[in-house]
């Protein structure tokens, strides 16, 4: 029995050993996992057109991974149809491989017109990369083909105002693209409603045309006082046509200089026996006071031939309502070619506010002529109007035959040089007035006249013809 116990203690001491063995064995380290693979991922981010219409191309790398240099393509289609492919690796910056680069490139693909432009990347699948779905960017590039639009002037009136001469002015620009020939077009001004004044452009400037996007201001011969509802219009014939003619017009209220009296030295004028007379009448919305003293001088081809103060012997109307005939004390006698030139001057301002209409000129030719039974003799003479009319008149070229011999009838016969149709003809006895207006196109150039002067009598007559021009 003692040996038994002696086998069982030896049995239990041999399994403990065993057992404390076993735990006290060293683990084994855990395995490594695997290392993701870094992808990369090609993506186009934009389409657009370069300077000469060329599709450029933007190509990124929003992966993680580099992409193989050489691997892929790049194929431009427009509106569905292939017009460009070529390898990857043949665009100069290869930052695009490496990841969060970024590259553009220009194709030599061209566009006119609008068109719908797909980019592709890799189309054969030569990449292995994350996403595969940003490899194809579509977009509408272009601008529709439009009709070459017509070359057309616009005018447009910008302004209206008076200048410091208190003249009223209008500035006009050209905003279309098409020079606008002056010749094509005139300026009306219209004062409270009422028409003042029709003035053809092409009599305030040298230059034949207004460019494009060009403007020039004219200075009208129409003056203001008081306040005043102004509207200035431009109308073109046919050949100056334009897209948008209601800008046209321009209303606007100015406010003139205060209201007075304005007188002017209206006309000038020779007596039976050639000599001079000067009519003045008032241009202002006030009456002159009778009273009132002028100072004037006459001056004759450039000489001073008279100067004098004159007193005012009679009320003149505003508005033109009446005409004041002076004579100078001293006799001023006119013969052959005479250039007449009279300026009148208020003593008080205040009898006379605008002083720009106080000067006038004109030239008197004075004709002998002796004409026998049923005869004629003609004369000639030439001259160049100023470029434009004066405010509210028209200029005129006057002429006065006068005659004795128990004043038989005459007959006048304007024409101008070279043209076989008479413009006025008039027949009557002593004196014989003709006044007509200075036709358009004669305007701004010399032009040359003929008078025939004929005896529609049985006897000899003598006589003066004397012409009056501006």
């Not at 028409?195 to 011969?221: A, C």
């Not at 020779?270 to 006030?286: F, H, P, Q, W």
């Not at 009778?290 to 505003?318: C, R, T």
């Not at 006044?435 to 049985?458: C, D, M, Y």
């Amino acid at each position: 029995m003692f040996k038994g116990a002696i086998t069982i203690f030896g049995l239990v001491i041999f399994l403990f050993s065993c057992t404390a063995h076993v735990a006290t064995q060293p683990s084994s380290p855990p395995p490594v996992p695997p290392q993701p693979v870094l992808l990369p991922d090609l993506t186009i981010l934009d389409l657009s057109l370069s300077e000469k219409g060329r599709v450029e191309v933007v190509i990124s790398n929003i992966g993680k991974g580099p992409a193989p240099y050489g691997a892929g393509s790049l194929a431009i289609y427009v509106d569905g149809l292939l017009k460009w492919k070529d390898s990857l690796r043949t665009l100069p910056d290869q930052s695009f491989l490496e990841p969060g680069g970024t590259s553009r490139y220009t194709t030599p693909v061209e566009l006119a017109g609008r068109h719908e432009v797909r980019a592709v990347l890799d189309k054969e699948e030569k990449t292995v990369e994350e996403n595969k779905l940003s490899n194809v960017f579509p977009k509408v590039l272009g601008k529709e083909k439009s009709e070459a639009s017509p070359l057309l002037s616009d005018l447009r009136i910008t302004d209206i105002f008076l200048n410091p001469q208190r003249k009223l002015s209008v500035t006009i620009a050209n905003t279309g693209n098409s020079p606008l020939p002056l010749k094509v077009g005139s300026l009306k001004i219209f004062v409270d409603g009422l028409p003042r004044g029709s003035y053809p452009l092409e009599s305030f400037s040298d230059q034949p045309f207004l460019p494009p996007k060009g403007s020039v201001t004219f200075s009208t011969p129409v003056t203001l006082f008081g306040r005043h509802e102004i509207l200035a219009r431009v109308e073109v014939t046919n050949e100056g046509k334009e897209p948008d003619e209601e800008r046209n017009n321009l209303k606007k209220i100015l406010d003139g200089p205060p209201v007075g009296p304005d007188i002017m030295v209206e006309d000038l004028d020779l007596t039976e026996d050639l000599e001079l007379m000067i009519t003045l009448s008032n241009a202002g919305e006030v009456d002159l006071r009778k009273g009132a003293i002028f100072q004037i001088q006459v001056l004759v081809n450039g000489q001073k031939i008279s100067e004098f103060d004159h007193f005012i012997s009679e009320v003149l109307k505003a508005n033109l309502g009446n005409r004041y005939v002076v004579a100078p004390p001293y006799q001023v006698g006119i013969a052959g070619i005479s250039k007449v030139k009279v300026s009148i001057s208020p003593e008080i301002s205040s009898d006379d506010i605008c002083l720009e209409n106080n000067v006038l000129e004109k030239t008197f030719i004075i004709f002998p002529f002796k004409i026998g039974p049923r005869g004629g003799e003609e004369f000639s003479f030439s001259f160049s109007p100023p470029p434009h009319q004066g405010e509210g008149q028209t200029e005129k070229v006057r002429a006065v035959a006068r005659w004795g011999g128990g004043s038989p009838s005459l007959m006048l016969s304007f024409k101008i040089s070279r043209s076989l149709k008479g413009i006025l003809t008039l027949s009557g006895r002593s004196p014989l007035k003709v006044e007509f207006p200075i036709p358009f196109e004669e305007h701004q150039k010399e032009s040359a006249w003929r008078v025939l002067v004929t005896n529609l009598a049985g006897k000899r007559v003598e006589g003066h013809l004397i012409i009056q021009h501006p």
